[in-house]
């Protein structure tokens, strides 16, 4: 096992101070119906130079708690409690003023729809001068649209001199996407957060995305978090893996440990419920039954309990009463798990492998 | 650009003949003979048939509506005699007619009437413009505050009051029982500037207010819609402040449909302003138009208030499309 | 709905097992009215009734499945031949005269087998989706033809149209917007059965009914609103809603994208079971690449409006011949690579895709392919039939790495080698833009036609 160097929320075997260390998050949202439990007792950090994947289906609080990382909820519907520290500045309760001197700044946030998250009628390179200025008051107009420049032309936008004066719109998907992250790097943050940053885009495009975020990243040394729900972008893209399901994690490791020897039900699930170009041909596509819960009202054990197909392999049911805690897996070295399963591996390697890759199963 | 330009004016040049031809086939096909009042009033005399027949030949009533509406453009277009019982009248061209009731050039009384419409219009506009979008604004950044809601049913209390009856109540209040606007109605602009301004002052501020929650509630609904966009979170994501992501994100996209609901409204207004006119005795082509209705009615006149409302309203279309088009970059005309 | 994890899994190639497979029946069908029920259109006599502790319900889409196979000698059930779409491109002067065309379709040639499902894979832009949208006659074509039992669906009026709606329908991709907010699922399924009147109007709810139950909704929910469904769920009542008619032929357009990951697999199985109880046959348009191979044996690679590759799952995904479908298939990102850390080597494309207003001379693919030569800007590459089901377009066809550095087309097409007239030369007659596969084919070894 080589999982030592990224064990979560252990950086002590690293010696580098993480980055971005939160700390029981907690996010709730009051409702008309009821509190919206989005974000629940959530911990984890990351290095500079490193990338943490979050993946998780919509409501499993995956963008929730990044949001909450630049203070992008509203104050008056959001309470949040726990900490956030980014490069050691507590953010949880801190200024409006000070938070906006931190945002896209320190920490930089890229989004999914590129189209939609561009300013429709303004022209790019004004919506990223206007980045550079806000936190460099003393750069001229001048110097902030030569600096928008250097930055398309950094990731890879053709004739940046004149592309910088077109409007969002007269940009292919893949250029769009590229002229957010332009943006989201402008200010050189150490933090960048990637929420589902190649999602719209097809499939060459995306590899061409990739392919920047982890030039860049290998350049300006960032924190990623890169949060996804396609396991095969952070199979590539992570060093260490969060599964986040209704609001907390439910398993955390180094990617190579969760890709291949998880032991939560929900991570088997979305594991096999995925096919793949290369996998054997007979491969069955196994779903996870059922619906993700309420956030309004969450159950008391645990939340995967309703949809889990190995529940009763849990001695006096268990896992419909008690909430499983975040607890070391059975291989250690920072594998943390939420289950009650006692023999999770074994089932893994006996029940789900055959599924997921026949072939594989065969060969141990 | 310019050929979605020539397109759209002559598609417009259509909607306005159609439109004016519509109202004159209307009312010179109706129940009412406009040669009735003018038979009745000449010389004394009893109105005899032959008489009426007469005059209604002389007037060119005995033609088809198609032929009478051709003579009607033509004069717009070369001027025309028009004869009106035992009198005929020289009307230049651009010849509107010769209204029945005064016995004036439409033509000129129109030029009177429709500076004080005008003013009333843009006075009017911006007093609802500057509140209800300020309002609005403001509402949609603190909404769901105790303000947001009291805007939110302040605006309806407001708005269920029926126009006429805000116009009333102001004039007698505000002009005859007081004396805050002693001096309300249109003086011509030509002779004291300053005196058309405090007269019409009241009913522009009538007006803009009455119309101000309308607006209001559209400007914050726009608002609303429009910071929950992404690119709203990209902007406060980028760091910017509170009233940057507001007025500058914010609004600027809001914008867009607000200006194009101005526009139509503004069309409108331009058209006439009734209940406006007519309260503050303002001699403009609204109530200049009311009155043609009621009998006797005045064929000339209505068709020239209907056709200046439709212009005003085809061409502040136009200018939306081409405001559009210029606040938004998506859209390109073509 | 909670599954129990023992149910049977389905066997496809065992139809005794897959009789026993999930019901809809709730007695309807038994009723002497004569009127079609959904058991007629499986090709079987007899259909067992449900036992009473068969949660058949639960069981469609819930377990796992393989992926569907290919069945060799399925006749055609929709050819289509040639099939081309423009939209006219106006100036912007006072007259708009057309001053172009956007070639979104050109010349796309295929066939569905009955009860199979064809794939059609490609970038957006590439015509897919407009190429499902002809096959439903949401837009009429600018010519080919559309074979479906004798009728061509390209020429028919939209009257004559109306009975055949029934036989082909449409899932599409947003559960969100693709149902009506104000209709209840009741409306929504049934409005279909209403106008074109399959079953007398008494006997609309039930049948809505059994249709939720088919798709594994509630029965009992028929009066809700889509806003009380999840998005998967809303993707089951339009499956219900496209299932209604009983049709032949479903054309899929990207029916699970907008689903989560979880909840795709359940929709995909979900398909797959329809299809093998109903006998269904899918044109399935997804930029899904391994969704795609799950689900279909057969798979039409599109770029640019036109097939540049066709076959079957083995042909495309183990044996690809086209650069621009190995370089689609690299581009996915691989769970598996986990195993090895970082990412690996790929096919880089670069650039976008061109314009469909003035798509590149000869091969559409050129501008962006690795391998291009002289002779691809000149000549357009015949789909070439190099395997019993395997037509590929290119003049330089082979597996990744080993693509030949002499167009092996110029032969065929009367050229010489960098696509100059050659005056030896004329075009081959085995060449061809015929739906479907031949008995003799192109053989890239020996350069040669011949039978395998």
């Not at chain 2, 300053?194 to 400007?219: D, E, H, N, Q």
């Not at chain 3, 003049?395 to 009367?414: A, D, I, K, N, V």
Request: charged share 20%.
């Amino acid at each position: 096992m080589t999982t030592t160097a990224n064990a979560p929320a252990s950086s002590s075997t690293s010696g580098n101070e993480p980055y971005l260390v939160v700390d029981d998050l907690t996010v709730k949202f009051p409702t008309a119906d009821g509190l919206v439990h989005a974000v629940s007792n959530l911990s984890y950090s990351v290095e500079l130079g490193k990338t943490l994947g979050i993946v998780g289906e919509s409501g499993s609080g995956k963008s929730v708690s990044s949001m909450a990382v630049l203070g992008l909820h509203d104050t008056r519907s959001a309470r949040i409690t726990g900490s956030i520290k980014v490069g050691g500045q507590e953010v949880v309760g801190l200024s409006e003023g000070k938070m906006r001197e931190m945002r896209g700044n320190k920490a930089a946030m890229i989004f999914q729809d590129a189209l939609a998250a561009l300013h429709p009628f303004f022209r790019v390179g004004a919506q990223l001068a206007e980045a550079y200025l806000v936190h460099h008051p003393d750069a001229s107009k001048k110097q902030a649209r030569a600096r928008a420049v250097e930055m398309l032309d950094r990731v890879g936008i053709p004739e940046p001199h004149s592309r910088v004066d077109d409007y969002p719109h007269q940009f292919s998907g893949g250029m769009r996407q590229r002229v957010m992250i332009a943006m989201g790097l402008i200010n050189d943050p150490s933090l960048l957060i990637a929420d589902e940053p190649t999602t719209a885009l097809d499939v060459t495009v995306q590899a061409q995305i990739l392919d920047l975020l982890q030039d860049l990243q290998r350049e300006f040394n960032s924190a990623i978090v890169m949060i996804t729900h396609d396991l095969g972008v952070i199979a590539e893209m992570a060093d260490d893996v969060m599964v986040m399901y209704s609001g907390r994690a439910v398993e955390y490791g180094t990617v190579r440990t969760i890709m291949t020897k998880p032991e939560m039900p929900y991570t088997w699930g979305l594991l096999s419920s995925i096919p793949d170009v290369s996998s054997d041909v007979n491969t069955k596509m196994v779903p996870i039954p059922g619906t993700p819960p309420s956030l309004l009202t969450p159950p008391p054990g645990c939340a995967f309990e309703p949809r889990c197909t190995h529940r009763d392999k849990v001695a006096g049911g268990l896992c419909g009463t008690a909430l499983p805690e975040l607890r070391p897996a059975s291989d250690g070295h920072g594998h943390l798990k939420r289950c009650h399963l006692t023999d999770a591996d074994s089932i893994f390697q006996t029940e789900v492998l055959p599924d997921v890759a026949p072939a594989t199963s065969e060969e141990n | 650009m310019f050929g979605f330009v020539v397109r759209r004016l002559l598609s417009s040049l259509l909607v306005i003949l159609l439109a004016s031809f519509a109202v004159f086939a209307l009312f010179y096909l109706g129940p009412n003979n406009p040669a009735q009042p003018v038979c009745d009033s000449a010389g004394g005399s009893r109105c005899t048939p032959e008489r009426l027949e007469a005059i209604e030949k002389s007037m060119g009533l005995d033609k088809p509506v198609v032929v009478a509406y051709g003579t009607f453009m033509k004069g717009i277009v070369a001027g025309r005699e028009v004869t009106i019982g035992a009198a005929t009248y020289d009307c230049d061209a651009p010849c509107l007619g010769i209204a029945y009731g005064s016995r004036g050039e439409v033509t000129e009384e129109l030029k009177g009437r429709i500076v004080p419409t005008i003013l009333i219009a843009v006075g009017g506009s911006i007093v609802y413009l500057v509140i209800g979008v300020t309002v609005g604004i403001m509402a949609a950044a603190r909404r769901g505050s105790l303000g947001d809601r009291l805007l939110v049913s302040g605006s309806l209390i407001v708005s269920s009051i029926p126009y006429y009856l805000i116009c009333l109540l102001a004039w007698l209040y505000l002009t005859l029982k007081t004396d805050i606007f002693p001096e309300t109605g249109y003086f011509p602009i030509t002779e004291d500037p300053l005196k058309t301004f405090s007269g019409l002052l009241l009913p522009c501020l009538v007006l803009g207010i009455a119309s101000s929650p309308v607006y209001a509630r559209y400007t914050r609904g726009q608002m609303v819609e429009t910071l929950g966009d992404d690119y709203i979170r990209t902007a406060r994501a980028k760091g910017l402040g509170g009233r940057t992501v507001l007025l500058k994100h914010g609004l600027r996209a809001a914008m867009v449909p607000i200006v194009t609901i101005f526009g139509l409204d503004f069309g409108i207004l331009l058209a006439g302003t009734v209940f406006t006119e007519k309260i503050f005795g303002i001699d403009g082509i609204g109530r200049w138009g009311l009155d043609a209705i009621s009998a006797p009615q005045d064929l000339p006149v209505l068709t020239a208030t209907v056709l200046v409302g439709a212009i005003f309203i085809v061409i502040s279309n136009l200018i939306v499309d081409l405001v559009y088009g210029a606040l938004d970059p998506r859209v390109r005309l073509g | 709905m909670s599954h129990s994890a023992n149910e049977d899994e389905h066997y496809p190639d065992d139809p005794e097992k897959a009789r026993h497979q999930p019901t809809y029946t709730k007695g309807t069908q038994s009723e002497p009215t004569g009127e079609p029920s959904l058991a007629s259109m499986t090709q079987e006599p007899h259909r067992e009734q449900p036992t009473a502790d068969d949660d058949s319900v639960s069981s469609l889409g819930g377990d796992a499945h393989t992926p569907n196979v290919l069945d060799p000698d399925a006749p055609a059930v929709l050819t289509v031949e040639n099939l081309r779409m423009y939209f006219p491109v106006k100036s912007s002067g006072v007259i708009r005269r057309r001053i172009g065309d956007v070639q979104a379709v050109d010349g796309v040639s295929f066939e569905v087998p009955q009860g199979g499902s064809l794939g059609l894979v490609g970038e957006s832009g590439c015509g897919k989706s407009t190429t499902g949208r002809l096959i439903t006659r949401l837009y009429d074509p600018t010519s080919g033809s559309i074979h479906f039992g004798d009728q061509d669906l390209a020429t028919l009026s939209s009257r004559e149209m109306k009975p055949l709606r029934r036989e082909v329908q449409m899932i599409f991709q947003d559960p969100y917007s693709s149902l009506n907010p104000r209709h209840t699922v009741g409306k929504i399924v049934g409005t279909p059965l209403a106008v074109h009147k399959v079953v007398p109007k008494n006997k609309i709810i039930p049948r809505v009914q059994e249709l939720l139950e088919v798709v594994g909704l509630n029965p009992e929910h028929y009066n809700r609103y889509p806003n009380e469904f999840s998005g998967g769920q809303r993707q089951r009542i339009g499956i219900a809603r496209a299932l209604a008619l009983q049709p032949k032929v479903m054309v899929a357009d990207e029916p699970v994208s907008a689903l989560d990951v979880s909840i795709q697999a359940q929709v995909i199985n979900l398909l797959q079971d329809i299809q093998r109880e109903f006998d269904v046959a899918f044109l399935f348009i997804a930029h899904d690449l391994a969704v795609v191979r799950h689900f279909c044996p057969e798979v039409a690679v599109m770029y640019l409006g036109k097939i540049v590759e066709i076959g079957d799952r083995d042909s495309i995904y183990s044996g690809s011949r086209h650069p621009y479908t190995q370089a689609l298939l690299s581009a996915v990102p691989d769970v598996k690579q986990a195993t090895v850390g970082g990412r690996r080597e790929r096919i880089r494309l670069e650039g976008d895709v061109p314009s469909p207003i003035n798509p590149p001379s000869g091969c559409r693919f050129r501008t962006r392919c690795p391998i291009a030569q002289e002779i691809c800007a000149k000549h357009e590459p015949p789909l070439l039939q190099i395997g019993k089901r395997h037509k590929v377009a290119c003049h330089f066809p082979g597996r990744l790495g080993q693509h030949p550095t002499e167009p092996l087309t110029s032969r065929l097409l009367g050229v010489d080698d960098q696509g100059n007239p050659d005056p030896g030369g004329s075009p081959s007659a085995e060449l061809n833009d015929k739906p479907g596969y031949d008995d003799t084919w192109f053989d890239l070894d020996s350069r040669t036609f011949g039978r395998a």
